[in-house]
């Protein structure tokens, strides 16, 4: 089946659109929560599901290592191994290999490395890496990428120019009929002229659509944000543009205002396993001694299955340390972002997008983004 990008509506340089793809249509802008090892941690499938969630994120670098992308392959791809049905990206590796690997050796062809989970010697390469994205069978892919320090423009420098040889690699080890789709990722650090010179080399290549790495990865808000005004309009208008890593909530409101589709995230997950959950007027640490006796749910905006509980029922089960507290909260915190993106994307088809942000972002902001420390 072809992948497809249509803009539907448009409000300032914000789009709301469609991505047709082999296992569904993702409407956009979308939030996709981040299953690192086919899971999406505590959360099932179906849970997904309910939560109309479009688009689920797994990692090419964990599941070569554990159980193996040729295994998944055998046993029907990912879709069939975790038993989802909707669209599936997965990413490149290249952000694990240079972050949880023992590196060992980065030439121009790719990246020699020690797994972290055994110490064996390993070697990804971009013909490597497309070759497991086949094997694991996602619909969309992305290239193989070095991810710098935002902030060293010598080691920005070089890593541009290994990107770019990697992505003509990895186009080269792409066949033209692929029913996957193939994205390209900008880099260039919070540097404007190596930002522009990444994009003009990645959207020449003409891809099926672009993405902007190397954010959220040590550098200021204000300096990603400046990024972002640097770098989207040198993205061509009829392809998706995706932000990688990034799911503050006023990081979405932030990027889809500038004009950004899709993005993912481990923090809604991540933020559940210690107690801290999304609300409207900022996030909040349910380990805090204030909701002990509080009756109310996490949020009154969201009506999900974890919506039933008190915060002080989930407060207890965060102190006891009990499993339902990672599923509930984590459940919320997805569909507290899900619901935010959709409702931008409706405000954007009804011109009302810059209302709305100004009626979020105080109200959320007003509280430290830094959650609440435990008594």
């Known amino acids: 089946m072809a992948f497809e990008f249509e803009v539907v509506a448009t409000d300032g340089n914000a789009?709301?659109?469609?991505?047709?793809?082999?296992?569904?249509?993702?409407?956009?802008?979308?939030?996709?929560?981040?299953?690192?090892?086919a899971t999406v941690k505590a959360v099932p499938p179906r849970d997904l599901e309910d939560l109309n969630i479009k688009l689920v994120l797994s990692n090419t670098y964990h599941l070569h290592l554990r159980p193996g992308d040729e295994l998944v392959r055998d046993l029907g791809g990912l879709h069939n191994f975790m038993a989802w049905n909707g669209p599936l990206l997965t990413d490149s590796g290249g952000f694990q290999v240079f972050s949880l690997g023992e590196i060992n050796r980065i030439d121009d062809d790719g990246v020699t490395f020690r797994s972290h989970l055994d110490g064996s010697a390993r070697r990804l390469t971009p013909g490597r890496s497309m070759e497991i994205q086949r094997n694991l069978g996602a619909d969309i892919i992305m290239a193989f990428d070095q991810c710098p320090n935002p902030n060293h423009r010598d080691e920005v420098q070089a890593a541009n120019e290994r990107t770019h040889r990697w992505l003509r690699l990895c186009r080269e080890n792409h066949p033209d009929d692929s029913n996957q789709a193939l994205f390209g990722i900008v880099q260039g650090g919070v540097f404007p002229d190596l930002r522009q010179a990444s994009a003009r080399f990645v959207t020449d290549m003409d891809l099926k659509g672009y993405a902007i790495g190397g954010l959220a990865v040590g550098e200021t808000k204000e300096e990603m944000y400046q990024t972002l005004d640097d770098t989207l309009p040198s993205l061509p208008g009829d392809r998706p543009r995706y932000l990688m890593g990034v799911g503050e909530p006023d990081d979405l409101v932030e990027g889809i205002c500038r004009g950004v589709d899709i993005f993912d995230c481990v923090i809604p997950t991540r933020l559940a396993r210690?107690?801290?959950?999304?609300?409207?007027a900022g996030r909040i640490n349910l380990r805090n001694s204030k909701f002990k006796t509080d009756e109310s749910a996490?949020?009154?905006?969201?009506?999900?299955?974890?919506?039933?509980?008190?915060?002080?029922?989930?407060?207890?089960?965060?102190?006891?340390?009990?499993?339902?507290a990672y599923y509930l909260i984590s459940l919320h915190n997805i569909d507290f972002l899900a619901r935010h993106v959709e409702s931008m994307r409706r405000a954007i088809i009804a011109g009302t997008l810059q209302e709305y942000?100004?009626?979020?972002l105080p109200r959320y902001l007003r509280r430290n983004p830094v959650a609440e420390s435990a008594p």
């Open 15 to 37: 789009r709301a659109g469609i991505l047709h793809t082999p296992h569904g249509d993702i409407p956009t802008p979308v939030f996709a929560p981040v299953g690192t090892a």
């Open 274 to 280: 210690h107690g801290a959950a999304f609300t409207q």
């Open 298 to 324: 996490i949020d009154a905006s969201l009506s999900n299955y974890a919506s039933q509980f008190s915060r002080a029922y989930l407060r207890h089960l965060v102190v006891a340390k009990e499993l339902l």
């Open 357 to 360: 942000a100004a009626q979020f």
